[in-house]
Nanobody, 118 residues
Framework: QVQVQESGPGLVKPSQTLSLTCTVS????????WSWIRQPPGKGLEWMGT???????YYSPTLKSRTSISGDSSKNQFTLQLSSVTPEDTAVYYC????????????WGQGTQVTVSS
C-alpha cells in the first residue's frame, strides 16, 4: 500500500521560506510523478509542482519563480520550498502521487496546515 505523509513547520513568518517534506512508503519517488498541491482556506486545490522520476521538475507558472522541488531517493522523500511567503500562502499543503503523469492523483497525504503570520 502506498502511503505519503507531509511534514514540516506549521507556522512560517512573512518573507521567509516555507519548507515541507513528503515521505513516501510502498512506492519509490523514482518510478512515478509526485506533486505538491495546496488549498487555501475557502478555495480550491492549486497544483504547485511535480517531481517526475525523482529528478525532473515541473512548476506552476504562477509559482515557478518562488518554488523549488527536490528529491532524495535514498530517503524516498521529496521536498517543497516556497520562498518569500505572504499570508496569501496560508493553506493546507498536500503531497500526492500521479502514476503516469496524466491519470490524476491516486494517493494523497493527509495534508498539513501551514500558516504564514508574524
Amino acid at each position: 500500500q502506498v502511503q505519503v505523509q507531509e511534514s514540516g513547520p506549521g507556522l512560517v513568518k512573512p518573507s521567509q521560506t516555507l519548507s515541507l517534506t513528503c515521505t513516501v512508503s510502498g512506492d519509490s519517488i523514482t518510478t512515478d510523478y509526485w506533486s505538491w498541491i495546496r488549498q487555501p482556506p475557502g478555495k480550491g486545490l492549486e497544483w504547485m509542482g511535480t517531481i517526475a522520476y525523482g529528478d525532473t521538475m515541473y512548476y506552476s507558472p504562477t509559482l515557478k519563480s518562488r518554488t523549488s522541488i527536490s528529491g532524495d531517493s535514498s530517503k524516498n522523500q521529496f521536498t517543497l520550498q516556497l520562498s518569500s511567503v505572504t499570508p496569501e500562502d496560508t493553506a493546507v499543503y498536500y503531497c500526492a502521487r500521479d502514476p503516469h503523469g496524466w491519470e490524476g492523483h491516486d494517493y494523497w497525504g493527509q495534508g498539513t496546515q501551514v500558516t504564514v503570520s508574524s
